[in-house]
T-cell receptor
């Protein structure tokens, strides 16, 4: 079964706008990771946040983690057409194999 | 460094046929994973190797799927016989456990279509 569930399932925005995706999970985690997948391609690691961290930044990405609510959010600021992709959260529960959510499909209109 | 290599990139077979996928992980990565990704879903772990030993194969349909990692480097995943519901992208990933975290690096995947 999939541990994480992303929300929304699909998101369409204009270039320059911010995109926010949410992820909820069910069990305790060591860390939570976000991946991007362009159509027909493999997954690319974006950012990792540990269970004892609340917020992390990487370039235009901002990730938050609320372990009490078992939720995380990914914010992409000043979106570009090249950000069009599917975004997945993945949880590491200590077994080291990741459990992925079902993804958010982001479409950035130029 | 070179990324994770997979072949073939695409494969079309008829049901009940056999198929094999190959993966070459990033050099030095001890852990190798095979995931199945059905269209519209996230990847689901099939099997995890640590060097040439199996760590987790609890979600591998062992009646038809098999995988091996000889010499702790390359790996092959086989399906025999294939069913329609096996149509998916098969992703290979590798990682090295450093600093208490485990970032996985994915190959481009093999898209399997079973007719």
């Amino acid at each position: 079964s999939q541990q994480g569930e992303e929300d929304p399932q699909a998101l369409s925005i204009q270039e320059g706008e911010n995109a926010t995706m949410n992820c909820s999970y069910k069990t305790s985690i060591n860390n939570l990771q976000w991946y991007r997948q362009n159509s027909g391609r493999g997954l690319v690691h974006l950012i990792l946040i540990r269970s004892n961290e609340r917020e992390k930044h990487s370039g235009r990405l901002r990730v938050t983690l609320d372990t009490s609510k078992k939720s995380s959010s990914l914010l992409i600021t000043a979106s570009r057409a090249a950000d069009t992709a599917s975004y997945f959260c993945a949880t590491d529960t200590g077994r080291r194999a990741l459990t992925f959510g079902s993804g958010t499909r982001l479409q950035v209109q130029p | 460094e070179a990324g994770v290599a997979q072949s073939p990139r695409y494969k079309i077979i008829e049901k009940r046929q056999s198929v094999a996928f190959w993966c070459n992980p990033i050099s030095g990565h001890a852990t190798l994973y095979w995931y199945q990704q059905i269209l519209g879903q996230g990847p689901k772990l099939l099997i995890q190797f640590q060097n040439n030993g199996v760590v987790d194969d609890s979600q591998l349909p062992k009646d038809r799927f098999s995988a091996e990692r000889l010499k702790g480097v390359d790996s092959t995943l086989k399906i025999q016989p294939a069913k329609l519901e096996d149509s998916a992208v098969y992703l290979c990933a590798s990682s090295s456990f450093r600093g208490g975290t485990d970032t996985q690096y994915f190959g481009p995947g093999t898209r399997l279509t079973v007719l």
